[in-house]
Each structure stands twice: as structure tokens, then as C-alpha cells.
């Protein structure tokens, strides 16, 4: 969780520096009138948001709709507790079993093949609860209008 808060920020960094850098350097170089650098709230905006590309202003809705809001973490806590069942009782319960018994390539693989699904179905959980619930409360309490969280 750490390294991945970790990666996002040094995506945004970049796409900041990558953003404004140029503007700045030909305003300087070209002494045209005064540098535009962002200001503070703008960036502070850029790191709450859910985009990776700075832009100085973003789509906003006029206002927060709360309902949406709750709604949109009550699906990331109803999926996070439904990974926690399936995590209790499909996958522990095989690993359990399997390390009680002596080491041989089938129980192995056995192990390995009855954990796919449940892997699969938290797999999806975890895309859902993070990039369309969590990604979409934070939009909206944000004002955020431009969801296209996917393309």
C-alpha cells in the first residue's frame, strides 16, 4: 500500500514538472511578459485528485452529491469484507491444509488450482473497490467532472 501511495506521487510529480517545466523555460526565454507558475492550491488540488495529467483547471460539477458519495464507500467496505470471506474460506482453510502435510508436486499443484478462483474473485473486488468506488467518491467530493477513469 506504501509503494503504491509511493508510485502515484512520483507519477504526479512527474507529470507536473513535465507539464509546467516548458511553459516556464519558454516564458524566460522569451521574456515575453511575467513566468506563470502555479500556484499552490492548484497543485494541492492535482494530488487529491484522481488524474495523473496536471492541467492549472479541471471539469468541475457545481455540486457534491453526498449520497453518491456514501453509497460509493459503502460498496468499497461491502468489498472489502466480501474478500475477507472469500480470502477465510476458500484460501486459508487449502493452505491450512496443505502445510500439515508432508511436501509432494500434487498436493502442490492442488493447492495451487483450488486458490485460481478465489484469487480471481478478490482480483476483481479490489479493481472494483478501488478504481470504480474509491476513484469516484474522491471525484465527486472533489467536484471532479471528467470520469474516464477507464480509457
Not at 511553459?23 to 526565454?29: D, H, M
Not at 488524474?51 to 468489498?79: C, M
Not at 491450512?96 to 500434487?106: A, G
Amino acid at each position: 500500500l506504501l509503494l503504491a501511495l509511493q508510485v502515484r506521487l512520483v507519477m504526479k510529480a512527474h507529470s507536473f514538472i513535465r507539464e509546467n517545466v516548458p511553459r516556464v523555460l519558454s516564458s524566460v526565454k522569451d521574456k515575453a511578459g511575467p513566468v506563470h507558475i502555479p500556484r499552490i492550491s492548484q497543485y494541492l488540488y492535482f494530488l487529491f485528485a484522481p488524474t495523473l495529467i496536471y492541467r492549472d483547471n479541471y471539469p468541475r460539477n457545481p455540486t457534491i452529491r453526498w449520497g453518491y458519495v456514501a453509497t460509493k464507500f459503502a460498496q468499497v467496505l461491502g468489498s472489502l469484507f466480501y474478500a475477507y470471506y472469500i480470502f477465510v474460506r476458500l484460501c486459508i482453510p487449502q493452505f491450512r491444509n496443505s502445510s500439515q502435510e508432508t511436501f509432494n508436486l500434487r498436493g502442490l499443484v492442488l493447492c495451487i488450482f483450488n486458490s485460481i478462483l478465489p484469487g480471481v474473485l478478490i482480483l476483481f473486488l479490489v479493481f472494483f473497490a478501488f478504481l470504480h468506488c474509491w476513484l469516484n467518491a474522491f471525484a465527486e467530493m472533489l467536484r471532479f467532472a471528467d470520469r474516464m477513469f477507464y480509457k
